[in-house]
């Protein structure tokens, strides 16, 4: 079974509109989520991380957890043509500290339509 | 910034041989190296997690005898694929973790087998 799970497995928003994306663990163990963003031909990119209840804000990017139900999710203000890619949610556990390995979901394929 | 870089970014093999890839981590010191590899469905799978002065773990399908990592201090590692066949073909990405616990990638080496 798919520890991270993403959703939906894509997206298309109109430019300047809010693309929300989600992401779900089944492991309890798992305290610490990032999002990634990947663009064709590049690496993934990190863009936030969070590990506290609640939003986390930087820029048109707002993230929020949900560690009572595991949850965890993306919303993008403002969309650009630029912000579309793959995005990605990973997570892991505070076991091994900032060693603990990193499990990625599938990604959610992001397309803003200008 | 934190900056990753691998070489080579594409590299052909014929099946049967084997290829040398590296990575390194510039501007902040990298406390763990994971190579993962990226299937064309953009799935990632973890081959193994380095650090400096520790054994390094590999995944479950994973071997040290297929994929030998070298990870002599803390800005630099290097994986070989061994003996590589069409299975192997994929982007192999290396992450480098800060002290934070935030995995920065490099844009991959893309390996191709003939």
């Known amino acids: 079974q798919q520890k991270v799970q993403q959703s939906p497995e894509s997206l298309s928003v109109p430019e300047g509109g809010m693309a929300s994306l989600n992401c779900t663990s089944s492991d309890r163990n798992f305290q610490y989520f990032w999002w990634y963003r990947q663009h064709s031909g590049e690496g993934p990119k990190a863009l936030m991380?969070?590990?506290?209840?609640g939003d986390k804000k930087e820029g048109r990017f707002t993230a929020h957890l949900n560690k009572a139900s595991l949850h965890v999710s993306l919303h993008i203000r403002d969309s650009q043509p630029s912000d579309s890619a793959l995005y990605f949610c990973?997570?892991?556990?505070?076991?091994?500290?900032?060693?603990?390995?990193?499990?990625f979901g599938k990604g959610t394929k992001l397309s803003v339509k200008s | 910034g934190a900056l990753v870089y691998q070489y080579p970014r594409r590299t052909i093999c014929k099946s049967g041989t084997s290829m040398r890839m590296e990575c390194q981590a510039v501007?902040?010191?990298?406390?763990?190296v994971a190579w993962y590899r990226q299937s064309p469905q953009k799935t990632f799978e973890l081959i193994a997690l380095?650090?400096?002065?520790?054994?390094?773990?590999?995944e479950q399908n994973f071997t040290q005898e297929k994929f030998p990592i070298s990870h002599p201090n803390l800005s630099f590692s290097s994986m070989t694929v061994l003996n590589a066949y069409l299975e192997d073909r994929g982007l192999y990405l290396c992450?480098?973790?800060?002290?934070?616990?935030?995995?920065?990638f490099g844009p991959g080496t893309r390996l191709l087998v003939l």
């Open positions: 991380s969070i590990f506290s209840d």
């Open positions: 992450g480098a973790r800060d002290r934070e616990g935030t995995q920065y």
């Open positions: 501007g902040f010191q990298a406390t763990s």
């Open positions: 380095s650090t400096v002065n520790s054994a390094i773990k590999y």
């Open positions: 990973a997570a892991s556990a505070p076991s091994g500290g900032s060693n603990a390995k990193l499990t």
